[in-house]
């Protein structure tokens, strides 16, 4: 990915994508996929993108190990991956780190919870048109993974009506 040059739209597709399948690798349900999806827009909707965070925490999403905890640990790691990206925040480690209290996510790194929160702290106390650009951006993204979710479960649902 590169930043606010490449188009957006493109690339919250491509992450929702992401978030999506990397998710159904793990979790046992594409239903619970779809739903923890729909809370977490619901609280970023509502409430921002801190308290969406917060949400994902209190979920597991610093955790992650089982099914629908890795859901929110994935929604969380590429959220703030795409913030990274665009915005230059730095919740993310080095691919080549060694250092050992870093938490590493499922695809990529994130960095001790602490410092996730400091830096997007910073973040939300900054400019306010890129706040509203980021919720914007991280709204699109989960819309793009909640209708990718729901073709996952109406594919399952179709093959499996056409199975009885």
Do not use: P
């Amino acid at each position: 990915m590169s930043g606010i040059g490449q188009n957006l739209d493109a690339q919250c597709a491509e992450i929702g994508r992401e978030i999506v399948f990397k998710s159904k690798e793990i979790a046992s349900s594409t239903s619970d996929i779809e739903n923890t999806i729909q809370k977490a827009l619901g609280v970023l909707q509502e409430d921002g993108i801190y308290a969406f965070t917060v949400y994902l925490d209190s979920e597991g999403g610093f955790k992650g190990r089982d099914d629908r905890r890795n859901v929110e640990n994935e929604i969380l790691n590429n959220s703030l991956w795409i913030l990274d990206d665009n915005f230059n925040l730095n919740t993310h480690t080095q691919e080549n780190s060694s250092d050992e209290s870093e938490v590493q996510g499922s695809s990529r790194g994130l960095k001790e919870k602490k410092e996730v929160f400091d830096e997007l702290n910073d973040f939300l106390s900054s400019n306010l048109d890129n706040i509203f650009l980021a919720k914007d951006i991280l709204e699109k993204t989960l819309i793009y993974a909640r209708y990718h979710a729901k073709a996952l479960s109406s594919t399952k649902d179709s093959g499996s009506k056409e199975e009885d």
